[in-house]
Structures are given as structure tokens and as C-alpha cells.
């Protein structure tokens, strides 16, 4: 499975909801508004707390209030805190109807 696609006509901006995959991998997906679209693993890189309970963005970072790793939204980079690994961050196409999230 290279893509899956989901619905974003119920996403309200600000929401912030967690997907689980056939395989069991859990990713995060985080809606800003007008089109802003972002999505992570689920589990935090530093000790695995659940990001669509303790993850939050802030400007352009994803900080897990676990601990306060702090995270690039746009390559998943640590930016400081406790991680010192980066998250995985989703590939998004967003069309009129759906968000597609490339698994790649
Ligand atoms: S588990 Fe996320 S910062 Fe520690």
C-alpha cells in the first residue's frame, strides 16, 4: 500500500485525529486550515507518547508535551527537547474531496 485516502470534508481546522493502518502503524494527521494538511508517525520518536493526545503545533513545529521535544513540521527534524531523533513526516495531496498521505 504506497497511498491511502482519506475524507477531509468533516476535518474541522484545528483537529487533530489519529489513523490506524491495516499493518497497525498509527499516524497522526493534524488539520490547520485552508488546505494545511500535516501528518506524522503517531508515536513520538523520544519515549512513544501518543501525538493525537499530547502532540500540539506550534508555528511551524510539532512539540510533544510528553516532554517538549520539539519537531520541524516540514522535515521532522528535532529542534530541541528531549528527542534527539526526528519524526516521520507524511507526503500530502489534498484534492477537492480527500486528503491523500503518501506512505512512502
Ligand atoms: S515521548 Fe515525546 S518528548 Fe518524550
Given at each position: 500500500m504506497e497511498y491511502i485516502r482519506i475524507s477531509r470534508t468533516d476535518f474541522k481546522t484545528g483537529e487533530k485525529r489519529k489513523i490506524i493502518l491495516p499493518n497497525g502503524r498509527e499516524l497522526v494527521v493534524f488539520y490547520l486550515g485552508v488546505d494545511r494538511f500535516f501528518v506524522f508517525d503517531n508515536k513520538c520518536p523520544h519515549l512513544g507518547?501518543?501525538?493525537?493526545?499530547?502532540?500540539?503545533?506550534?508555528?511551524?513545529?510539532?512539540?510533544?508535551?510528553?516532554?517538549?521535544?520539539?519537531?520541524?513540521?516540514?522535515?521532522?527534524?528535532?529542534?530541541?527537547?528531549?528527542?534527539?531523533?526526528?519524526?516521520?513526516?507524511?507526503?500530502?495531496?489534498?484534492?477537492?474531496?480527500?486528503?491523500?498521505i503518501s506512505l512512502i
Open positions: 507518547c501518543d501525538l493525537s493526545k499530547y502532540g500540539v503545533i506550534i508555528k511551524e513545529e510539532l512539540v510533544c508535551q510528553c516532554h517538549f521535544s520539539h519537531f520541524s513540521i516540514y522535515s521532522g527534524e528535532p529542534k530541541k527537547g528531549a528527542s534527539k531523533k526526528p519524526i516521520k513526516v507524511y507526503r500530502v495531496q489534498v484534492t477537492k474531496d480527500e486528503v491523500v
